[in-house]
């Protein structure tokens, strides 16, 4: 069977080959009427993009690429990328686009990722996550020219667009929600030192605790569950253990939670929990976990709304999501 062309689908409409390009390519030029009829004239024969012609004529992949340098079994149980990688094939599939994901061992790979998709023309941009401090990726983004969507606070951002929470504002509240049940020595299990938001975190946390006038410890930690258990035992163990522990996901505070049942801890009795980014696991422990609660999903769907826009050169700013705000829990209450 011979391959259906745009020749055959404009001349079945009556339009132009540049309105059927426009058309099956979500790009303005066409009325919705007719983008519409072109649509279905496709659907009806069945039509499918050339790739390999596109990539050889230099036109859109129709993909987005997301790299992510984790451990894959950190990966696996992390509730926050799998509801953010949902939030943006929410909107990616409306547009018949795919979201091309590497998982990679460390930076050095994921900077490899880069070039190579670029030098193969495998995507159309970027969406960029996990900001660092001193962010090798940055850079090098700027050379390869790449349409890119940053995931995290645009002072992190170096000029590229991005779709961020409001961390520093929601830190602060959390601390003052923990001080307002008499609570005067909190912990906090952090995430992974050298991301952006982490410090950012780190940065409120302080603030808020001595603006407070109370003692504040905080155990480094990498977002994993073992690390977070690890984290936990060290300030439950100590010789002044504090009373409040705030972690900066759900996954190291469902390991933290686990950690105090453990070593006959009562939550909240002795020390109270609160969790970040509040998937459905902190709904289902025992007792369940209070959360500075933001959705997930929405954010994933905005960022991709977001990088169309990119990729079209209608949008070069900074656009806030939310700010997390508290769900307050069985893990909670005045000691």
């Known amino acids: 069977m011979a391959r259906i062309t745009i020749n055959e689908i404009a001349r079945r409409c009556g339009v132009s080959k540049g309105a059927v390009s426009y058309a099956l390519n979500g790009r303005p030029g066409v009325s919705d009427e007719t983008r519409e009829r072109i649509l279905k004239v496709a659907r009806e024969l069945g039509w499918a993009p050339n790739w390999t012609a596109r990539m050889l004529s230099g036109s859109r992949t129709e993909a987005f690429g997301l790299v992510l340098t984790r451990n894959p079994r950190v990966l696996g149980s992390e509730p926050f990328f799998m509801e953010l990688i949902s939030g943006i094939e929410s909107v990616l599939s409306e547009r018949s686009y795919a979201l091309l994901l590497q998982v990679t061992a460390d930076l050095d790979a994921e900077l490899d990722t880069y070039r190579k998709w670029n030098s193969e023309r495998r995507v159309d941009g970027v969406i960029l996550v996990d900001l660092r401090l001193e962010d090798p990726r940055i850079p090098l983004l700027h050379r390869l020219d790449l349409p890119v969507l940053c995931i995290g606070d645009p002072g992190l951002a170096a000029g590229f667009p991005a779709v961020w929470t409001d961390d520093a504002t929601a830190m602060i509240n959390a601390v003052d929600y923990l001080v307002g049940l008499g609570h005067r020595k909190i912990g906090r299990v952090s995430g992974t030192a050298d991301h952006g938001q982490v410090?950012?975190?780190?940065?409120?946390?302080?603030?808020?605790?001595?603006?407070?006038?109370?003692?504040?410890?905080?155990?480094?930690?990498?977002?994993?569950?073992?690390?977070?258990?690890?984290?936990?035992r060290e300030l439950i163990t100590s010789d002044d253990p504090p009373t409040a522990i705030l972690f900066d996901n759900d996954i190291m505070a469902v390991a933290g939670l686990s950690t105090c049942l453990e070593l006959g801890v009562a939550v909240p009795d002795e020390v109270a929990l609160l969790a970040w980014d509040d998937s459905s696991l902190c709904q289902i422990t025992h007792p369940s976990l209070s959360a500075m609660s933001h959705d997930v999903m929405a954010y994933g769907a905005h960022a991709a709304r977001r990088m169309f826009e990119v990729l079209e050169g209608t949008t070069s700013g900074a656009y806030l999501d939310s700010t997390p705000t508290l769900t307050e829990r069985d893990s909670t209450r005045r000691p």
């Open 199 to 232: 410090g950012i975190r780190s940065e409120a946390f302080r603030t808020a605790t001595e603006r407070a006038g109370i003692e504040a410890v905080v155990a480094a930690s990498d977002f994993s569950a073992e690390a977070g258990r690890t984290a936990t």
